[in-house]
């Protein structure tokens, strides 16, 4: 199975998930996130804002921001995306994909001690199944940061369709726990 069809397979899978479901499953990921070392000892962190089929990032960086952590999310321009410094007063605008992201800020090129990464899908060998634009494998190629996916248990695939460029994660948190 190629990643167009693992793709429609899995959003599918989330189309089907009720408001109920998704809310209680992003908690769950949450409560397991906030107890995860590496997000614990993390001082900055890079984090995806979520659009509603995805586990909900918003707690986690009002979590980290509380903390006293560097907090950096994602602004796209043409084929290539960057990481900005947030805060609390940052402005936001929907982008042309109708995700979240900064009005403003300069890109950050340093690095972060933690990326939260989104995906369509994954595998227990730690493969992600991105979005197929290619941003994140592009963001992450020379990157030394922990990479970790947040999923739905429903987001897990037998084996994901890899090439040869796919960024593997380090960790993927879902609603169960984590898978290392």
């Known amino acids: 199975m190629d990643k167009k069809e693992q793709r429609k397979i899995v959003k599918e899978k989330l189309e089907k998930m009720t408001e109920d479901e998704r809310i209680s499953a992003s908690d769950?990921?949450?409560?397991?996130?906030?107890?995860?070392?590496?997000?614990?000892?993390?001082?900055?962190?890079?984090?995806?804002?979520?659009?509603p089929n995805e586990a909900d990032t918003m707690n986690i960086v009002r979590h980290a921001i509380k903390r006293g952590k560097s907090v950096y999310v994602p602004k796209t321009d043409g084929d290539l995306m960057s990481m900005v410094l947030i805060d609390v007063d940052t402005e936001f605008w929907f982008n042309k994909w109708g995700i979240l992201e900064p009005k403003e800020g300069e890109p950050y090129k340093g690095e972060?001690?933690?990326a939260i990464i989104p995906l369509i899908g994954y595998d227990k060998e730690l493969n992600r199944l991105g979005h197929g634009k290619g941003?994140?494998?592009r963001f992450l190629e020379d990157r030394k940061t922990y990479k970790l996916g947040l999923a739905f248990s429903c987001q897990e695939l037998d084996s994901v369709?890899?090439?040869?460029?796919?960024?593997?994660?380090d960790a993927i948190i879902n609603e169960n726990g984590v898978i290392l």
């Open 28 to 51: 769950k990921i949450f409560d397991h996130l906030k107890n995860f070392d590496a997000y614990k000892s993390a001082k900055s962190v890079f984090c995806y804002l979520s659009t």
């Open 112 to 114: 972060v001690d933690l």
């Open 135 to 137: 941003y994140y494998d």
């Open 161 to 169: 369709a890899t090439e040869e460029h796919d960024i593997k994660l």
